[in-house]
């Protein structure tokens, strides 16, 4: 089955750091770009940070670049989001999504999120 | 980087049609054909729904179908059918970045 599993969501105060982690399985995780979406409370749907298979392309959004950093191992089928400097609205679910060129480099597999709450 | 404009609301009964739009700039949804359509219902992750502007991802009703014109793209929900209340959300591919839309609340009377 594929499946992706987020992780290491929480309670942090802002100025501080936290690492987003999303787990890959049943598909070959090193074959496709990955991102991060993120969606606050009761709002839409908000790009934050792509991946090329190969860690040669990365993208930001404006609200985070220079904040956030997007990784991933291959090796361990997984995918990261260093997360510094945090403000109050970064306050959301942080959904990885894999990316599949075949399909116009849509969003074809979610995972169910994990949530950042920034708060003092 | 501004999100893409969708109503905030549509509705609808059973069995009719309706169509969500989605206007971008000519930075992304006019320069690509590279748009997609999500389904969200309520504590779920979204669903892709449409890839590369009208194609239908295997699975997906054929009630669904999407299209574009110029910096405007559109999903159409054919026969409504109640299963199909959710959010809705387009998203372009803008060079190195993604853009999603606003987001549309779709209701079946």
């Known amino acids: 089955e594929v499946q992706l599993v987020e992780s290491g969501g929480g309670l942090v105060q802002p100025g501080r750091s936290l690492r987003l982690s999303c787990a890959a399985s049943?598909?070959?995780?090193?074959?496709?770009?990955m991102h991060w979406v993120r969606q606050a409370p009761g709002k839409g749907l908000e790009w934050v940070s792509g991946i090329s298979w190969n860690s040669g392309s990365i993208g930001y959004a404006d609200s985070v670049k220079g904040r956030f950093t997007i990784s991933r191992d291959n090796a361990k089928n997984s995918l990261y989001l260093q997360m510094n400097s945090l403000r109050a609205e970064d306050t959301a679910l942080y959904y990885c999504?894999?990316?599949?060129?075949?399909?116009?480099?849509?969003?074809?597999?979610w995972g169910q999120g994990t949530m950042v709450t920034v708060s003092s | 980087q501004s999100a893409l404009t969708q109503p905030a609301s549509v509705s609808g009964s059973p069995g009719q049609s309706i169509t969500i739009s989605c206007t971008g700039t000519?930075?992304?949804?006019?320069?690509?054909?590279?748009v997609s359509w999500y389904q969200q219902h309520p504590g779920k992750a979204p669903k892709l729904m449409i890839y590369e502007v009208s194609k239908r991802p295997s699975g997906v009703s054929n009630r669904f179908s999407g299209s574009k014109s110029g910096n405007t793209a559109s999903l159409t929900i054919s026969g409504l059918q109640a299963e199909d209340e959710a959010d809705y959300y387009c998203c372009s591919y803008a060079g190195s970045r993604r853009v999603f839309g606003t987001g549309t609340k779709v209701t079946v009377l």
């Open positions: 000519s930075s992304d949804v006019g320069s690509y054909n590279l």
């Open positions: 999504a894999k990316v599949d060129k075949f399909l116009g480099g849509a969003f074809d597999i």
């Open positions: 049943g598909f070959t995780f090193d074959d496709y770009a």
